[in-house]
């Protein structure tokens, strides 16, 4: 038995493995760009009610389709009165939020519109940003001015099959 052990080994097949190492490294410099955004609000109306009249000041049952201005919606006069006459219950409820006007110029970086919702970014300065990566995988990140970024990373893979 012990002379047979030799052979196995003789008639045992090759293994094989494919293997992949790979090293990555990079440096991301970047200036952001001067941006604004804004959202702008607009204008809500609303009135509900039981057992009341309403009117316009000049129409019974109607409701004054107000004016607009700027972009601005204002409701005109409305008047309720109870139209019950023995008691009974009413209930009525007006509301009524301002939008914000049309601008009439596009926004200005760096100062505050006429709008609800405003994001200003002043466009970045390159300053000394640098960067880099040595072949001995050090990292080298220098800062830059406002509104930029530096990033540096090293990424190594090693993978069998």
């Known amino acids: 038995m012990r002379r047979l052990i030799p052979f ?14 790979s090293i ?3 440096a991301q410099l970047t ?3 001067a941006s604004t955004t804004a959202t702008r609000v607009p204008s809500t109306f609303s009135i509900s009610g039981t057992g009341v009249d309403v009117t316009d000041g000049t129409t019974a049952g109607t409701i004054s389709a107000g004016t607009v201005s700027s972009g601005i919606y204002s409701p005109g006069t409305i008047a309720a009165t ?9 209930s009525f409820s007006q509301s009524y939020i301002q939008g914000d006007a049309v601008p009439t110029s ?12 405003q994001n200003s970014v002043k466009g970045g300065t390159a300053g ?3 960067g880099g990566v040595t072949s ?5 990140l220098t800062a830059g001015g406002e509104n930029s970024t530096a990033i540096g990373s090293i990424q190594s893979e090693i993978r069998i099959d």
């Not at 196995?8 to 190492?21: E, G, N, Y």
């Not at 926004?107 to 919702?117: A, H, I, L, Q």
């Open 31 to 33: 200036v952001g760009a």
């Open 136 to 140: 001995a995988g050090v990292i080298t």
């Open 82 to 90: 109870q139209n019950a006459t023995g008691g009974e219950s009413f």
């Open 106 to 117: 596009a926004p200005t970086v760096g100062t505050v519109g006429n709008f609800s919702s």
């Open 128 to 130: 000394s940003l640098a």
């Open 8 to 21: 196995l080994f003789l008639l045992a097949s090759p293994v094989q493995a494919d293997i992949l190492h």
């Open 24 to 26: 990555t490294s990079s």
